[in-house]
């Protein structure tokens, strides 16, 4: 097979009129639902989020609010995330033997980690950037594979992780009390009252202690990040750069198999349903908590689902109504850090409003709410007047070692 040679100096970002539709609704879509998975972690430590009964106030309101994150977000929007990060992968790199395209990519992979950096040491431990980027430099080793062999090897490696997953927590129904007790309190799945109460403390106190407070706490996350998350992130990229390349995330498989989709995802989220409200009814039991088979294995299927939905409307001609959901996708990155310093604004002490530790599930959605519909309004507005949104330009500029024309061009 002979190189494939792009010039450097011809290379530019992807126009306005050439982006896949389907895939900026599903990718609004996604970092919205995201901000619905991130948000308790911004107000609450993490054993709230195992524990949510730690909350005080926990109700029949709080029950439903958990509920609904649980089913209907929890771990589904970081899979569509994952599978879309797969795409521009491609999009980006193109071939293997495309030299300049594959330097591009090295070089969008680098700055979008650095940015990571940033982001979890300075503003919130749950930065998902650094992950990206580093499972980038795996996933792009593989991204001239067929689709097939794509969405062989990721599937295949998807079900050996999560069988690996749950065989570590059936593992452990088998150890005495005591050490069971021992290791749920290590890995921070447990906390006392006492130690809840400390944690609220440290994070609303000044804004140097908070600071610092909130960077060992992702340093803390790192290695979970690099042996846990790595692999099967590099899974779901795989998987979702195969159905991009199957045709199935442009839009181009029959309306059946999307309509198979949607009714496959709506079965798995009744068993998810249950599963939760089961959990809910068992006190949170930790083992019963992380030992979930349809959350663990069906999750792939949900978020697929709930693309296909969105590619429906699109192919039956209600694109016009998604209108600002596309729009909240091309601004995703720039979405995707407001949110946080939104979030962190209301929540950290010192250099916030000191919200920490004071508001449950019901105040939560209220605030997801108000912040979905404002990136709503706000990204068609922007993508008004400018061709990307700010931290997009700040990115591609970088990436592409020049700076690139923000404004749009006034139409004579």
Not at 96 to 102: C, E, L, P, T, W
Not at 271 to 276: A, K, N, V
Not at 310 to 336: D, E, K, Q
Not at 377 to 405: A, H, K, N, Q, V
Request: hydrophobic share 55%; charged share 10%.
């Amino acid at each position: 097979m002979s190189e494939t040679r792009t010039p450097a100096a011809m290379l530019s970002p992807v126009a306005r009129a050439d982006r896949i539709v389907s895939l900026d609704a599903v990718r609004g879509l996604a970092v919205l639902g995201i901000l619905a998975v991130n948000a308790m972690t911004f107000f609450w430590p993490h054993g709230v989020l195992a524990l949510p009964t730690l909350q005080p106030g926990w109700d029949a309101d709080a029950v439903t609010g958990w509920l609904i994150h649980d089913v209907f977000f929890r771990d589904k929007m970081r899979t569509l995330f994952s599978m879309l990060f797969g795409v521009s992968i491609f999009l980006v790199g193109g071939e293997r033997s495309d030299k300049a395209r594959g330097s591009l990519l090295r070089s969008r992979l680098f700055w979008l980690g650095l940015i990571g950096l940033i982001h979890g040491i300075a503003f919130w431990y749950g930065d998902i950037l650094l992950l990206y980027a580093l499972t980038g430099f795996l996933v792009m080793l593989v991204r001239s594979w067929r689709a097939r062999t794509l969405l062989i090897v990721g599937t295949l490696l998807y079900l050996v992780l999560c069988g690996v997953y749950f065989g570590t927590i059936y593992g452990m129904t088998f150890m005495p009390p005591a050490e069971l007790e021992e290791a749920v309190r290590q890995q921070g799945s447990a906390m006392t009252p006492q130690e809840l109460a400390e944690a609220v403390s440290a994070m609303t106190g000044d804004a140097w202690s908070v600071t610092v407070h909130q960077f060992w706490h992702w340093v803390g996350v790192v290695p979970f990040v690099a042996i846990a998350m790595i692999p099967v992130t590099a899974s779901l990229m795989m998987i979702g750069l195969g159905l991009f390349k199957a045709g199935f995330l442009t839009g181009r498989a029959p309306a059946w198999v999307y309509l198979v989709s949607v009714a496959v995802s709506a079965g798995c989220l009744y068993l998810i349903w249950g599963e939760s409200t089961a959990i809910e009814a068992g006190g949170f039991d930790f083992i019963q908590t992380s030992l979930r088979p349809y959350a663990t294995f069906l999750v792939p299927l949900v978020s697929l689902g709930y693309a296909s939905v969105l590619i429906l409307m699109i192919r039956f001609g209600l694109r016009l109504v998604l209108m600002p959901l596309i729009a909240v996708g091309r601004m995703a990155f720039t979405n995707y850090l407001t949110q946080t310093l939104i979030m962190t604004t209301l929540a950290y002490g010192g250099r916030g409003l000191g919200w920490y530790g004071q508001v449950g599930w019901p105040d939560i959605w209220g605030l997801i709410i108000v912040v979905w519909i404002l990136q709503l309004l706000w990204s068609p507005m922007w993508l008004t007047f400018f061709r990307m949104g700010p931290i997009e330009w700040i990115w591609r500029s970088l990436t592409y070692g020049r700076l690139l024309p923000l404004r749009r061009e006034a139409v004579a």
